[in-house]
């Protein structure tokens, strides 16, 4: 009766084994993070590939190399290990228990400007952590998380749903976003007549805030000329420079683009009264997690600093 369990365990060993020498690269690697020794991992993978019968990775001078049937099977040993992770959560509950394995969805703006800042900031706590991200329409968002797909999304809106935490992260304004050399780049503060004129970036149709800026534009009778509609942001404000025209986004998004962008600059715009709101969001049974709270602390430290220099602009 005991051989079944002994089996499937010494199953889980090889999975672990194979998902960290597909993470770090080497077997010396996955080794030191498995704490095992390296002949140990080596045996792993070598029953891995014996007991499935085909090989997964090429071996060359002293190096290891997964051939195209383990990058494929990488996804679903991912997958696997992530379950038992929150299997584990859920029969024995743990504040101090950290996800080996992370699962992100994110609006693809967030992933390009702020995800890569805020993994680098989980790393520091959490440094043998994988992930993965993916990114999602709100709808598709919501459902996976709260059937168990994915650990964490951000995204402007909460995602409502009775198992979903939400957490606002922050709110700040949106702003205008233009070429340094535009002519109006040398005000401090734009009012909304100084938008006549300009030619203008705007968000596509299905964006809440297209509606906004639409009314915005017709109520005080501002003649401007649309020159792209996209939803995605950190497009909308590259184009601003290519275009030479005017965007508008979230000042956080303004901020780290004209960080990277620096023939880019925004300013505030006196009438322009968008908020956009960044929320956390999370199945219940991640909340009040040690991994939930790395996350959480980690946008923070993203986002305070340039939150800080907002107020101060």
């Known amino acids: 009766?005991?051989?079944?369990?002994?089996?499937?365990?010494?199953?889980?060993?090889?999975?672990?084994?194979?998902?960290?020498?597909?993470r770090t690269g080497s077997i010396s690697a996955a080794a030191r993070e498995l704490g095992m020794s390296q002949?140990?991992?080596?045996?792993?993978?070598?029953?891995?590939?014996?007991?499935?019968?085909?090989?997964?990775?090429?071996?060359?001078?002293?190096?290891?190399?997964?051939?195209?049937?383990?990058?494929?099977?990488?996804?679903?040993?991912?997958?696997?290990?992530?379950?038992?992770?929150?299997?584990?959560?859920?029969?024995?509950?743990?504040?101090?228990?950290?996800?080996?394995?992370?699962r992100i969805s994110a609006t693809m703006s967030f992933i390009g400007e702020v995800l890569p800042l805020l993994i680098d900031q989980i790393r520091n706590a959490h440094p043998t952590a994988s992930y993965y991200v993916s990114s999602h329409p709100v709808d598709e968002m919501t459902n996976a998380v709260a059937e168990g797909h994915v650990d964490f999304a951000f995204h402007t809106r909460p995602l409502e749903h009775p198992n979903i935490v939400n957490l606002l992260q922050c709110e700040v304004p949106q702003v205008c976003i233009l070429r340094t050399d535009h002519p109006l780049a040398g005000k401090d503060m734009l009012d909304l007549a100084d938008l006549d004129g300009n030619e203008?970036?705007?968000?596509?149709?299905?964006?809440?805030?297209?509606?906004?800026?639409?009314?915005?534009?017709?109520?005080?009778?501002?003649?401007?000329?649309?020159v792209v509609q996209a939803p995605f942001a950190s497009f909308s404000i590259l184009m601003a420079g290519v275009m030479n025209a005017l965007s508008f986004n979230s000042a956080l998004m303004a901020e780290l683009a004209c960080q990277k962008q620096?023939?880019?600059?925004?300013?505030?715009?006196?009438?322009?009264?968008?908020?956009?709101?960044?929320?956390?969001?999370?199945?219940?049974?991640?909340?009040?997690?040690?991994?939930?709270q790395l996350v959480s602390k980690g946008f923070s430290a993203v986002t305070d600093p340039v939150i800080a220099r907002l107020q101060g602009k």
């Not at 051989?3 to 194979?18: D, N």
């Not at 203008?200 to 639409?214: A, K, L």
């Open 1 to 22: 009766m005991s051989s079944p369990p002994a089996r499937s365990i010494k199953r889980l060993k090889y999975i672990e084994a194979f998902s960290a020498v597909m």
């Open 262 to 292: 620096t023939e880019l600059t925004w300013r505030p715009v006196k009438g322009l009264n968008a908020i956009t709101h960044f929320y956390l969001s999370f199945p219940v049974l991640l909340q009040g997690s040690e991994t939930q």
């Open 200 to 226: 203008i970036i705007m968000p596509s149709r299905r964006d809440p805030y297209y509606q906004y800026y639409r009314d915005l534009l017709t109520r005080n009778r501002l003649n401007c000329r649309t």
């Open 39 to 102: 002949p140990a991992v080596s045996q792993l993978i070598g029953n891995l590939e014996q007991s499935i019968g085909l090989p997964l990775f090429v071996r060359r001078n002293g190096a290891i190399f997964p051939n195209s049937r383990a990058e494929m099977l990488h996804d679903d040993a991912l997958d696997l290990l992530a379950l038992i992770d929150r299997l584990e959560m859920r029969l024995q509950p743990r504040s101090d228990k950290l996800l080996s394995h992370i």
